[in-house]
C-alpha cells in the first residue's frame, strides 16, 4: 500500500486541483482530504456520501444542576471564562482542561465528549475517498486528520486499492503532520514568488524532519521565470528532484465551475503537464 501527500507551505498554490488530476489519472487509488479545516476537493469530485461519522476531539465541561450549589467556586478557577453567571457552560469558551471538575466540592461538574466535525465515507466517479469537516472554531483537527486516513486505509484494504492519493492542509503546524507522517512520497506545490520560495523551504524542513521523501512541481512556472530558476537551483542544491512545471492557466478555474478535474476537461499544456507530473510520481512510488 502506497501513500502520496499533495501539500505545501501555504494556501492556494493548487494542491486540490493537482490531487483531483491525479485521482482521474490513477487507475486503482482511494482519495482522502485531510483539509478538514477548509475542505473542497468534493467540490470537484462530488462525491455520493455512503457512511456520516461523528467526531469528537475536545472534552467539554457539563454541570449537574441537581448537584451544583452555586458555590462559585468553578468560576473563579476558569481561566476563559467558560462559565457564566446563571452557571451555564459557554461552550465556545470551554477549553475542556478539567478544572471546574478538579476543584468542584460537590462533584457536580464532569468532561464529556463534544461533537467537534464528520467524517464521511463515499464514493466518486474515480473511486472511494474519505473526508471529514470540522467545526468552526475547532481543534484537535490532527486527530480527525488521522481518523480520515485511517477511514481511507480501510477502505484501501476492502476495496484492493493499492495507493492512497491525500489533498493535505496548508501550513507546517499540527494537521500538515497528521497529513504526512509513515507516507510513502509528499509533493510539494510551490509558486515562483519570494514568499512561495520560503513556504518551500519550510516545509521541506517538516519533511526532512519526519524523514518523508519529498518531491517539488512549481505551479504557474511561467509568472515569474527567474524565480523559477531560483526554486530550480535551490533543489537542484539539495538533491530535490522538480518532477514538473505548470504554467499559469484558466483551466484550473474553469474545470471547477464544472466540477471537473483539469484532464477531464481540457487537452491542453496545462493538463498535459499535469499527466507528466503524474508520470513522473508514479515511477517514484514504483
Known amino acids: 500500500m502506497k501513500q502520496l501527500t499533495i501539500i505545501s507551505g501555504k494556501g492556494g498554490t493548487g494542491k486540490t486541483t493537482i490531487t483531483a488530476a491525479f485521482a482521474s489519472l490513477a487507475e486503482n487509488a482511494v482519495l482522502a482530504d485531510c483539509d478538514v479545516d477548509a475542505p473542497d476537493l468534493h467540490l470537484i469530485l462530488n462525491p ?11 472534552k467539554i465541561a457539563a454541570i449537574d444542576e441537581e448537584k451544583c450549589i452555586n458555590c462559585g467556586k468553578c468560576t473563579d478557577y476558569c481561566r476563559f471564562d467558560a462559565i457564566d453567571e446563571d452557571f451555564n457552560v459557554v ?5 475542556g482542561c478539567g478544572v471546574c471538575e478538579y476543584v468542584c466540592p460537590f ?3 464532569h ?8 467524517a464521511y465515507l463515499s464514493e466518486t466517479r474515480f473511486g472511494p475517498m474519505s473526508h471529514a469537516v470540522l467545526n468552526t472554531a475547532e481543534e484537535a483537527s490532527g486527530k480527525l486528520i488521522t481518523l480520515v486516513r485511517n477511514n481511507a486505509l480501510v477502505m484501501a484494504n476492502k476495496s ?4 492512497i492519493i491525500i489533498d493535505g492542509p496548508p501550513g507546517i503546524g499540527c494537521p500538515v503532520i497528521s497529513a504526512i507522517s509513515g507516507v510513502n512520497l509528499v509533493l510539494i506545490v510551490t509558486e515562483p514568488t519570494l514568499s512561495g520560495i520560503h513556504d518551500m523551504e519550510r516545509i521541506l524542513g517538516v519533511a526532512s524532519h519526519f524523514n518523508v521523501t519529498a ?3 512549481i ?3 511561467d509568472i515569474n521565470p527567474g524565480n ?3 526554486i530550480e537551483k535551490y533543489c537542484a542544491e539539495n538533491g530535490l528532484d522538480v518532477v514538473g512545471r505548470i504554467p499559469y492557466d484558466e483551466t484550473a478555474t474553469l474545470a471547477m465551475i464544472q466540477e471537473m478535474t483539469v484532464v477531464e476537461f481540457s487537452d491542453n499544456e496545462f493538463s498535459n503537464n499535469v499527466k507528466i507530473i503524474w508520470e513522473n510520481i508514479r515511477r517514484k512510488l514504483k
Open 219 to 221: 505551479n504557474k512556472f
Open 111 to 118: 468532561l464529556v465528549d463534544r461533537k467537534s466535525g464528520l
Open 160 to 163: 484492493n486499492k493499492d495507493l
Open 48 to 58: 455520493d456520501i455512503k457512511e456520516t461519522v461523528e467526531f469528537s476531539g475536545l
Open 215 to 217: 518531491v517539488v512541481c
Open 107 to 109: 462533584c457536580a461538574i
Open 91 to 95: 461552550n465556545e469558551r470551554c477549553e
Open 228 to 230: 523559477t530558476r531560483l
